[in-house]
């Protein structure tokens, strides 16, 4: 089992951001809506030096122009329906090579299996969950190599800590969790948690800084980053600093993760007060929590690709597909198309907001093996609290 710190580093104490966005104008659309408004809400300033990515292709007339016409050619999906509903709290989804999803329930410790014509069941439950606030039992990844292996990776709290363990899935249920690796902060809020396997066969782990500023900096701290880990847990070949996990540091709480037809990694983050972000991932690069947020123009950080006020964010899960990131939003209850320009290549088309206020807070983004969309919900009653068997899968069609 590989620990990722010293015994006793990670600690649990409050985050600094409010537990609810600026109340903003609410606009009533029953479907799926266009929004052509500049989510960043300022001119952009002037990328990191040296760091690809650019300040959204914003600010200037031509890229306004080229923007606008990527935006028009941008597949938008149409919402087909609900794939289940009855679910709570749905957070990591992932796919099997049959076509059906496993999806794991953050506050139930649930893993259920889901078809695609909506037959669900459970498959198992994760032992060892102890987590409050925004933990849990968090992210899922299927092994690429399913077929032959049958494992199956979930992320969750335990304790003062985050782990991840795999486990085997024999169609029928899980069975042999082992821990393989540990030692990720934990706390009430910021626990990060998707993980996913990129295209280079090794498994990303989004993590956040559990309230813990300092931790985002620390490169000996495995909280507020993206790690890269091979199967068994440990540091995976080529990772920018010898001997460790760590892929980028300088994240708040990484959420989102996903890569484009060109193998460029995207990830999702919430910021405090302000940004909301949207990054393009290069390893060992710094993104600059809790130094600054949002596009600062310091040489020493990579400036965000996109960026969003909170009250029309608060990102989590994201997925590329026919061209686009997608980018589900729990404040900003809807879900953000970003057309890639040029394969993706360090630039972006103008968002585009859809199922605006619809059917609430939106978790997670999956691209089907059909193609389509999977989005889960994540809703609250008025007192904040996850209402018991409220959420549900939608399925997204492009075409």
């Not at 600062?296 to 960026?307: I, N, T």
């Not at 198309?337 to 807070?361: F, I, K, S």
């Not at 093996?369 to 904040?384: H, K, M, Q």
Request: aromatic letters at 6%; hydrophobic letters at 35%.
């Amino acid at each position: 089992m590989a620990s990722g710190l010293p015994a006793g580093k990670a600690r649990r104490v409050q985050a600094t951001r409010p537990s609810s966005a600026a109340a903003v104008t609410l606009v009533l659309v029953l479907g799926l809506t266009g929004c052509s408004d500049d989510p960043s809400g300022e001119p952009a300033a002037p990328s990191a030096s040296g760091s690809g990515s650019s300040p959204a292709d914003a600010g200037s007339p031509s890229a306004s122009a080229s923007t606008s016409s990527d935006r028009a050619r941008a597949a938008r999906p149409r919402v087909a329906g609900d794939v289940v509903t009855g679910l709570s709290v749905p957070w990591g989804l992932d796919f099997l090579p049959d076509g059906t999803a496993l999806v794991s329930e953050r506050d139930t410790e649930r893993v259920k299996a889901v078809d695609p014509s909506g037959d669900v069941r459970t498959v198992g439950r994760v032992s060892g969950v102890d987590g409050v606030g925004e933990g849990g039992l968090l992210g899922l990844a299927v092994s690429p190599d399913f077929e032959d292996d049958s494992t199956v990776f979930v992320y969750f709290t335990r304790g003062s800590e985050n782990v991840v363990a795999r486990t085997t899935y024999d169609g029928q249920g899980l069975s042999g969790q082992r821990t393989v690796l540990d030692g990720i902060p934990a706390g009430p809020v910021h626990d990060g948690g998707r993980i996913a396997f990129g295209p280079d066969g090794y498994l990303y782990v989004g993590t956040g800084e559990s309230g813990q500023t300092d931790l985002s900096q620390d490169r000996d701290s495995l909280g507020g980053k993206i790690l890269r880990i091979t199967p068994d847990g440990d540091p995976a070949p080529g990772n920018p600093f010898p001997g460790s996990p760590v892929w980028s540091l300088g994240h708040r709480n990484v959420q989102g993760l996903a890569w484009d037809d060109e193998g460029r990694m995207w990830a999702a983050e919430f910021g405090q007060n302000t940004w909301d972000e949207l990054n393009r991932i290069e390893p060992g690069e710094n993104y600059g929590w809790p130094e600054v947020e949002g596009r600062a123009g310091d040489e020493r950080f990579v400036d965000p690709v996109r960026q969003w006020r909170s009250s029309e964010a608060s990102p989590s899960g994201i997925a590329v597909a026919e061209g686009s990131v997608f980018m589900a939003a729990l404040g900003g209850t809807r879900l953000w198309q970003v057309p890639l320009v040029d394969g993706g290549a360090g630039r972006t088309g103008r968002p585009r907001a859809l199922m605006r206020e619809r059917y609430g807070r939106l978790r997670t983004v999956v691209a089907a093996p059909d193609g389509s969309l999977w989005v889960t919900t994540s809703n609250r009653d008025g007192r904040g609290e996850p209402r018991d068997g409220d959420d549900r899968i939608v399925r997204l069609t492009f075409g």
